[in-house]
């Protein structure tokens, strides 16, 4: 089992920047990629971005493509999302999950999740 932590949420004007963090404990060999999602409110969890531990190979949604970086720190287990030019719409809850064999943009790929961390964004 792997547990996941987030960090880093916050409150930032349209335009900003926020970095959030994701520590990974437990199991932590048995990962093969890591993900980020994003929930608002009346609406479905939708894939971000993720990355692979070995390679570092990264993918991201067109929503935030040129403006988030996604990395990794293998020394630390930790994830990062770097959010740049912030909008309201990226306005929502933040969740890092793990992925055991495959990189997936849906939630089913990835089995284990931290607790979300808010990000909001004012106009």
């Known amino acids: 089992q792997v547990q996941l932590v987030e960090s880093g949420g916050g409150s930032v004007q349209a335009g900003g920047s926020l970095r959030l963090s994701c520590a990974a404990s437990?199991?932590?060999?048995?990962?093969?990629?890591m993900g980020w999602f994003r929930q608002s409110p009346r609406k479905e969890r939708e894939f971000v971005a993720a990355?692979?531990?070995?390679?570092?190979?990264?993918y991201y949604a067109d929503s935030v493509k040129g403006r988030f970086t996604i990395s990794r720190d293998n020394a630390k287990n930790t994830v990062y999302l770097q959010m740049n030019s912030l909008n309201p719409e990226d306005t929502a809850v933040y969740y890092c999950?793990?992925?055991?064999?495959?990189?997936?943009?849906?939630?089913?790929?990835?089995?284990?999740w931290g607790q979300g961390t808010q990000v909001t964004v004012s106009s």
């Open positions: 437990g199991r932590t060999s048995s990962n093969y990629a």
């Open positions: 999950a793990a992925a055991r064999s495959l990189v997936g943009v849906t939630t089913a790929a990835y089995n284990s």
């Open positions: 990355i692979t531990w070995s390679s570092g190979s990264t």
